[in-house]
């Protein structure tokens, strides 16, 4: 007895073929994304293994180097901090607690100035300036790693347009720019050395190859969640119509 699939013609299993469909589509699509976030991952790793890697780069050679050549890349920078133009860059977490990084512009002898992220500070720290965690006064020789400027995307906290800014959402070069004495460079330090030594502020971890999501574990689940509708519906399918009687 041959089983009868003329249920599948009803409205309902209609509306099931749909979804079934729909679902294995949106699964598929989810795997490659995350596949391509993998090879994305996988190209930002072995950039940021070669330019650690790497010597430091003079303040004025990195000043002279394209952000996309730099990005990642270890600045060596002498020159003093700037505690009074300082801001408090909101909402940062550390090994799981809440609170805030301190952005600190150092002044360099040619006249330019860079911010820097000197690192971390709890959610009720008073500032700016940041009291219980000043920087070194005089000059200072660091060395940080260069990220470019921060925009905003489709979503997030919005930094008022006007106005000398204390708290930021995050660090828009640009946009401090007309803040700070000193003219900025097109890149900002998040210092690694000299470190804190459990001192206020906490220096951040330094960025390394292999962190981020496990993007390739999440491709093969979405891959294995398509598979399983794909196999899985036809059996439901078949077996809802092996329990049919045909119909004439």
Same mark, same amino acid.
Do not use: C
């Given at each position: 007895?041959e089983?009868?699939?003329t249920?599948?013609r009803?409205?309902r299993?209609? /509306?099931?073929?749909?979804v079934?469909? =729909?679902?294995? @589509?949106?699964? &598929? ?7 391509s !976030?993998?090879?994305d ?16 780069l003079?303040f004025?050679?990195?000043a ?14 002498v ?5 009074s ?17 301190v952005i600190?512009?150092?002044l ?5 100035a860079?911010?820097v ?5 709890p959610i009720d720290?008073v500032?700016?300036p /940041?009291?219980d965690?000043p920087p070194? =006064?005089?000059? @200072?020789?660091? &060395? ?7 925009? !905003? ?5 919005v930094?008022?347009?006007q ?10 070069i ?9 003219p900025?460079?097109?890149f ?5 050395e000299?470190s804190?030594?459990?001192e206020l502020?906490?220096?951040l971890?330094a ?8 993007h ?7 891959f ?6 794909l ?6 399918m ?8 045909p119909q004439d």
């Amino acid at each position: 007895m041959e089983p009868d699939y003329t249920f599948a013609r009803r409205p309902r299993w209609l /509306v099931g073929h749909l979804v079934a469909t =729909s679902a294995i @589509v949106l699964f &598929v699509i989810l795997g490659m994304w995350q596949l391509s !976030r993998h090879q994305d991952r996988s190209e930002l790793d072995a950039l940021l293994e070669s330019r650690i890697a790497a010597e430091p780069l003079s303040f004025e050679a990195a000043a002279a180097t394209p952000i996309e050549d730099l990005e990642l890349s270890r600045v060596a920078v002498v020159g003093m901090y700037v505690p009074s133009e300082e801001v408090i860059l909101q909402a940062r977490s550390y090994n799981g607690r809440s609170g805030h990084n301190v952005i600190t512009p150092l002044l360099t002898a040619n006249g330019e100035a860079v911010l820097v992220n000197r690192g971390w500070v709890p959610i009720d720290t008073v500032g700016p300036p /940041v009291v219980d965690g000043p920087p070194p =006064s005089g000059e @200072v020789s660091i &060395v940080g790693v260069a990220r470019k400027t921060e925009v !905003r995307g489709s979503l997030g906290p919005v930094d008022p347009a006007q106005g000398t800014l204390e708290r930021i959402s995050r660090v828009d070069i640009e946009r401090l720019e007309g803040q700070v004495s000193s003219p900025l460079v097109g890149f900002y330090l998040q210092l690694i050395e000299p470190s804190s030594s459990g001192e206020l502020p906490l220096t951040l971890p330094a960025p390394e190859p292999g962190g981020g999501p496990p993007h390739l574990s999440y491709a093969v689940q979405w891959f294995l969640f398509a598979g399983v509708v794909l196999v899985g519906y036809p059996l439901l399918m078949r077996s809802t119509a092996r329990k049919r009687q045909p119909q004439d």
